[in-house]
């Protein structure tokens, strides 16, 4: 696509659900990235694929996040039993290989209620 | 650690005037990245302007300058001519020793009429 899709853009939740955050990366680009941005913070590094491999998930908070990629394309962000304190804007960016070229999405907002 | 760091919170600026904002960074390695990006209250994250470290000239992009000095590691921006759109926060990021963008916590400017 011409840009970074992410899906959806808002998502309310109960405490405890289940959520799974999709971004949609510009087509070619092999590296994915998704971060995490508080309200009025800047912007926390959650993980990185380079294709299908994710060579540094140093950032995930929790083994209650976790991420994919498949087809070297779309990535998903799952948060199983969420708390409040998960409520953030999720961003996602892309890059055409590692280190050059990052494109932001629009981001996900997750408010846990 | 490798890090950004951004010490204005908040920079209040008249239209058609110019505006500089702070940023350092931290590292060892001698190739990395220096970017800047701009988020309106819609909140997508806007690429400003790129500096690698073995560029020899000042990054410029319209009205962005960026004033990098190697040896202070400082990597600042300047907006010049500064126009009511430009009112939002402003983030320095770095590539700095792997492929993940780290980000300072942010500036926002407030341009006056």
């Known amino acids: 696509g011409a840009g970074v899709s992410q899906s959806p853009s808002n998502k309310v939740t109960e405490k405890g659900k289940d959520v799974e955050l999709r971004c949609d990366p510009i087509s070619g680009h092999t590296a994915l990235y998704w971060y995490r941005q508080s309200l009025g913070q800047g912007l926390e590094f959650l993980i990185y694929?380079?294709?299908?491999?994710?060579?540094?998930k140093s950032g995930l908070p929790s083994d209650r996040f976790s991420a994919e990629r498949t087809g070297g394309s779309v990535s998903t962000l799952t948060i199983q039993r969420t708390q409040q304190e998960d409520s953030a804007v999720y961003l996602c960016?892309?890059?055409?290989?590692?280190?050059?070229?990052?494109?932001f999405g629009s981001g996900t907002r997750l408010t846990v209620v | 650690a490798q890090k950004i760091t951004q010490t204005q919170p908040g920079m209040f600026v008249q239209e058609k005037e110019a505006v500089t904002l702070d940023c350092t960074y931290d590292?060892?390695?001698?190739?990395?990245?220096l970017f800047w990006y701009k988020q309106p209250s819609s909140g997508e994250m806007i690429f400003l302007i790129y500096?690698?470290?073995?560029?020899?000239q000042n990054a410029t992009e319209g009205r962005y300058s960026l004033n990098f000095q190697k040896a202070r590691k400082s990597a600042n921006l300047v907006i010049s001519a500064s126009q009511l759109g430009d009112s939002a926060m402003y983030f320095c990021?770095?590539?700095?020793?792997?492929?993940?963008?780290?980000f300072g916590a942010g500036t926002t400017v407030t341009v006056r009429a």
């Open positions: 960016a892309s890059s055409l290989d590692l280190g050059i070229g990052y494109t």
């Open positions: 590292t060892s390695d001698q190739s990395y990245g």
């Open positions: 500096q690698g470290s073995y560029d020899e």
């Open positions: 694929f380079q294709g299908n491999s994710a060579p540094d």
């Open positions: 990021a770095g590539r700095l020793n792997d492929y993940k963008l780290s």
